[in-house]
T-cell receptor, first 118, second 114 residues
């Protein structure tokens, strides 16, 4: 079974600084997607960034970028120019695309709570 | 456009009762997935429905069931509630349920079993 590990329960960053959240995963499959989701106090999960395993280029979305190391099974999220609105729980997630039956099931890590200070 | 709507937002039930939660997906989305979020177990996949058919199921007991209607709205039902069923239940909708299309989450239903 696939597992996703986030080893940092909490992180803190000063406004305008850069922070990196770590995620490792375990899988024997070669075709999959990885995600970072943000869950603010409103509880609604919001997709931050998505990475397809077969793409070597790291995904970027504005201030958010990932460092995808397929061989090491590592998928870290870098937030640049941190803003107060970035404070939230961040979840790393994995999904297999072996078939449509598995492709809808997200496996989440335990989350990292990010605090942003002035 | 309207987002994913979950009702009710909060619910308090007694052990042994049953409960039904509702999820209205974004218009046009045919896939609805359900997740349970607890402090101890984190986020766990319950099941996914696509075009009224259950396409994927997580490792939950048979007390947890769901269905999807022709308008893609989905309900999940938990029978014979236990204290451990207290959780935030999230649903997500997408066009296809595949990871190349974004899944949009609702704000969840907070279920408390007493």
């Amino acid at each position: 079974a696939q597992t996703v590990t986030q080893s940092q329960p909490e992180m803190s960053v000063q406004e305008a600084e850069t922070v990196t959240l770590s995620c490792t995963y375990d899988t024997s499959e070669s075709d999959y997607y990885l995600f970072w989701y943000k869950q603010p106090p409103s509880r609604q999960m919001i997709l931050v960034i998505r990475q397809e395993a077969y793409k070597q280029q790291n995904a970027t979305e504005n201030r958010f970028s990932v460092n995808f190391q397929k061989a090491a099974k590592s998928f870290s999220l870098k937030i640049s120019d941190s803003q107060l609105g970035d404070a939230a729980m961040y979840f790393c997630a994995y999904v297999s695309v072996i078939n449509t039956g598995t492709a809808s099931k997200l496996t989440f890590g335990t989350g990292t709570r990010l605090q942003v200070t002035l | 456009k309207a987002g994913v709507t979950q009702t009710p937002r909060y619910l308090i039930k007694t052990r042994g009762q049953q409960v039904t939660l509702s999820c209205s997906p974004i218009s046009g989305h045919r896939s609805v997935s359900w997740y349970q979020q607890t402090p101890g177990q984190g986020l766990q996949f319950l099941f996914e429905y696509f075009s009224e058919t259950q396409r994927n199921k997580g490792n939950f007991p048979g007390r947890f069931s769901g269905r999807q209607f022709s308008n893609s709205r989905s309900e999940m039902n938990v029978s014979t509630l236990e204290l451990g069923d207290s959780a935030l239940y999230l649903c997500a909708s997408s066009w296809t349920g595949l990871p190349n299309t974004e899944a949009f989450f609702g704000q969840g239903t907070r279920l408390t079993v007493v």
